[in-house]
């Protein structure tokens, strides 16, 4: 028999209304990169959160190096050598990282020796090849580098069972690389590792087997040797998956949306947009390409109205809206979907109705004269949720922080399509959903295409783009250095446009 240094045994987790884990079990080798691969919902994050400490399962056993443990907390987790990076970050904006680091694990209360905690972060960075400066505040670093602080609180507290949830679905596809390179090193020191995510490849990249959940229960466990993606798709949503965006090609219209010559600052005040220009027209999906950070945040909040501009017009069907306010540029038919959900999305604390009103609460028949009408709210949350199939315990009366993050997702775009725009901004409009979602999402943005809408879709995931938009622009330092399309181009030749060393217009 193998010798597991996790095994949970036939674990059980309720919640009202849903079964979120039903007879599961995990067994995890030591020296292992285990991925965690399910649906939108399925019960990953939960079944974590049981071996982390912070649920209690109502069945089910769970033995770390062979011995039975009670793990009533994440302490206990802790003390067992367990360590976990969360789904959704917690780590505190104006807090350095040393401090975030440190913060939870004040032996003894508050006395820290910060100077000999600051040394050992240096050290276990450099051991690691993260990279991470000490002293930054981690509102001034980059998603990724948060990311590797959270990994270095996680090796700080000696933990060698690692949980990394959906570790790459905020990093740029460098990062990616340079997270698997990191793991396999943790891997080959004899620690073992859990990988939630959605992106099959990076399974077949980096993990040596991989256990499936589908809607609570437990499918099964493979060598990823002897798998295939197609293979891990069906496994997953028990059906075949079509990884190929069907479509027939685009038929343009008339301009609708068209900016010129377009300055925005960044938050520290540089310029994040340098003079971009970039047209969109009805029926068309035009994708933006690009390495994170080169503009596409102020691009797509610049259109929506969040942040002031410098110089320049953004015209919609012509008309000027650089001086309309937010809630004027939805009314006049501007969707978007962003790209951090939890932050700008949805209000996490309020039910799953409410947030998806948000925008058309004043609009008739959900409300009149300022006055509710809960019936139509209630017919229009489960008219949606129908649709875009968006699944949690308590339908429309779910607290939205208590939904797994792709079925959050697929509310806010089941929000923001129903809309019925004349323009969606989606940004990373598929992060964090499964394949099966992001095949739906897809068809269903090429189906608001066909409708002659226009759908400007910011993704840093290339397949995504080549595979979705009628044409793509690639921004690079605040500008846009490439008009194509992508029957006619390659992922090479993006690629170099990307890092600048190649500008292309169609012309
Ligand atoms: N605290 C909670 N209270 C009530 N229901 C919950 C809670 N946490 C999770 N659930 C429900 O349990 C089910 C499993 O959720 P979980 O977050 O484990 O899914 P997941 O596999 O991680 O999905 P995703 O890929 O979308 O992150 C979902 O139906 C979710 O709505
Ligand atoms: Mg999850």
């Known amino acids: 028999m193998d010798n597991y240094v996790v095994e949970m045994r036939n674990i059980t987790k309720v919640f009202p209304g849903i079964i979120a884990n039903d007879d599961v079990t995990l067994q995890l080798k030591k020296g292992e990169i285990h991925a965690l691969l399910g649906e939108n919902g399925a019960g990953k994050s939960t079944l974590m959160s049981v071996l982390f400490g912070f649920y209690q399962p109502e069945k089910g056993e769970i033995y770390v190096r062979g011995e039975k443990v009670d793990i009533k907390s994440p302490n206990i987790a802790h003390e067992l050598g367990i360590g976990m990076v969360h789904?959704?970050?917690?780590?505190?904006?104006?807090?350095?990282?040393?401090?975030?680091?440190?913060?939870?694990?004040?032996?003894?209360?508050f006395l820290v020796d910060y100077d000999k905690a600051r040394k050992e972060v240096i050290a276990l960075s450099t051991q690691y090849g993260l990279?991470?400066?000490?002293?930054?505040?981690?509102?001034?670093?980059?998603?990724?580098?948060?990311?590797?602080?959270?990994?270095?609180?996680?090796?700080?507290?000696?933990?060698?069972?690692?949980?990394?949830?959906?570790?790459?679905?905020?990093l740029t596809p460098?990062?990616?690389e340079e997270l698997v390179e990191i793991m396999k090193n943790f891997a080959a020191e004899g620690?073992?590792?859990?990988?939630?995510?959605?992106?099959?490849?990076?399974?077949?990249?980096?993990?040596?087997?991989?256990?499936?959940?589908?809607?609570?229960?437990?499918?099964?466990?493979?060598?990823?040797?002897?798998?295939?993606?197609?293979?891990?798709?069906?496994?997953?949503v028990g059906r075949e998956v079509n990884f190929k965006v069907d479509k027939k090609p685009a038929n343009p219209g008339e301009k609708v949306l068209e900016i010129k010559d377009l300055w925005v600052k960044d938050q520290r005040g540089l310029d994040a947009l340098q003079g971009l220009s970039l047209y969109l027209r009805e029926g068309e999906i035009l994708g933006i390409a690009g390495v994170d950070g080169n503009g596409q945040q102020e691009l797509v909040e610049a259109i929506t109205g969040l942040v002031p501009i410098e110089k320049g017009e953004i015209l919609l069907?012509?008309?000027?809206?650089?001086?309309?306010?937010?809630?004027?540029?939805?009314?006049?038919?501007?969707?978007?979907?962003?790209?951090?959900?939890?932050?700008?999305?949805?209000?996490?604390?309020?039910?799953?109705?409410?947030?998806?009103?948000?925008?058309?609460?004043?609009?008739?028949?959900?409300?009149?004269?300022?006055?509710?009408?809960?019936?139509?709210?209630?017919?229009?949350?489960?008219?949606?949720?129908?649709?875009?199939?968006?699944?949690?315990?308590?339908?429309?009366?779910?607290i939205v922080r208590n939904m797994s993050g792709g079925n959050q997702q697929k509310a806010i775009i089941g929000r923001e399509m129903d809309l019925k725009p004349l323009v969606m901004v989606a940004s990373q409009p598929s992060r964090g959903l499964d394949v099966g979602a992001i095949e739906y999402v897809?068809?269903?943005?090429?189906?608001?295409?066909?409708?002659?809408?226009?759908?400007?879709?910011v993704s840093f995931e290339l397949d995504e783009i080549m595979n979705v938009s009628d044409r793509i622009n690639v921004i690079y330092q605040g500008k846009i250095t490439g008009n194509v399309i992508p029957e006619k181009t390659t992922v090479q030749e993006l690629g170099l446009m990307m890092s600048g060393s190649k500008e292309v217009d169609l012309a």
């Open 442 to 457: 897809h068809k269903r943005l090429v189906e608001l295409r066909d409708q002659g809408k226009a759908v400007l879709l």
């Open 87 to 109: 789904q959704h970050f917690q780590l505190i904006d104006n807090f350095t990282v040393v401090e975030n680091i440190i913060l939870g694990d004040e032996p003894g209360g």
């Open 191 to 236: 620690k073992s590792v859990i990988l939630i995510t959605h992106k099959l490849k990076e399974i077949l990249a980096a993990a040596d087997r991989v256990s499936v959940l589908r809607q609570g229960k437990y499918i099964g466990t493979v060598n990823v040797a002897d798998t295939t993606e197609a293979e891990m798709a069906s496994m997953m």
């Open 317 to 398: 069907q012509g008309q000027s809206i650089v001086n309309e306010r937010i809630k004027s540029r939805i009314n006049k038919g501007i969707a978007y979907v962003p790209e951090d959900r939890q932050k700008r999305a949805l209000i996490m604390d309020f039910r799953l109705d409410e947030n998806i009103i948000l925008k058309s609460y004043e609009k008739e028949p959900l409300s009149k004269g300022h006055i509710l009408n809960q019936e139509e709210i209630n017919k229009k949350g489960n008219s949606i949720i129908e649709e875009y199939d968006v699944r949690s315990s308590e339908g429309i009366d779910t």
């Open 131 to 170: 990279g991470v400066d000490p002293d930054a505040k981690i509102e001034d670093i980059s998603v990724g580098m948060q990311q590797r602080v959270e990994i270095l609180k996680v090796l700080y507290r000696k933990a060698d069972i690692i949980i990394l949830d959906e570790p790459t679905a905020v």
């Open 174 to 176: 460098q990062e990616i």
